[in-house]
């Protein structure tokens, strides 16, 4: 696979960030409320992003 396929650092960076931001946020969660569930699309959103950036990149 070329390097060209393969998503920079940068952004390979932020997905794994915002992979675990997600984990983190959710684990152990029984109890959701409005706030809670603002923040977690907020964070999916984040995730989003840096998925679009792979994508737009590798196109």
């Known amino acids: 696979m070329s390097s ?4 920079s650092v940068p952004v390979a960076r ?3 960030d915002a992979n675990e ?3 983190q946020y959710v684990a152990g969660r029984t ?3 409005q706030a809670d569930l ?3 699309d907020r ?3 984040d995730w ?6 792979q994508i737009r990149r590798a196109a």
Request: aromatic residues 4%.
């Open 4 to 7: 060209s396929s393969q998503p």
């Open 14 to 16: 932020a997905i794994a």
């Open 21 to 23: 931001a997600i984990r």
């Open 31 to 33: 109890i959701w409320s």
């Open 38 to 40: 603002a923040e977690l």
């Open 43 to 45: 964070l999916r959103t």
């Open 48 to 53: 989003k992003h840096a998925m679009q950036a």
